[in-house]
Nanobody, 113 residues
Framework: QVQLVESGGGLAQAGGRLRLSCAAIRSIFRANVMGWYRQAPGNQRDLVATITGNGTANYADSVKGRFTISRDNANDTVYLQMNSLKPEDTAVYYC???????WGQGTQVTVSS
């Protein structure tokens, strides 16, 4: 069982930036995928970005060019740098790990206009 602990959410103004962190409490396999999903009220949980152990990243079209995902394999941690934030980025952001699938508890990101 892998426990994922998130930090870094909060309130930002449109155009601002936030950085999310997610640490895996137990050692994970570097070949596994880590990433971030988000869920706004009334919506489904959607992909934001994922990254493999060798650094291959995948982004949702809505965040390409604004968000950057990175991974520190030595410390089993994944980061999401969010720049040029928009009000529509407001959501609960969940750290993700697979396989097998694990989720963090979620961290709220709110962007004001």
């Amino acid at each position: 069982q892998v426990q994922l602990v998130e930090s870094g959410g909060g309130l930002a103004q449109a155009g601002g930036r936030l950085r999310l962190s997610c640490a895996a409490i137990r050692s994970i396999f570097r070949a596994n995928v880590m990433g971030w999903y988000r869920q706004a009220p009334g919506n489904q949980r959607d992909l934001v970005a994922t990254i493999t152990g060798n650094g291959t990243a995948n982004y949702a079209d809505s965040v390409k060019g604004r968000f950057t995902i990175s991974r520190d394999n030595a410390n089993d941690t994944v980061y999401l740098q969010m720049n040029s934030l928009k009000p529509e980025d407001t959501a609960v952001y969940y750290c993700h790990y697979r396989p097998p699938v694990h989720w963090g508890q979620g961290t709220q990101v709110t962007v004001s206009s």
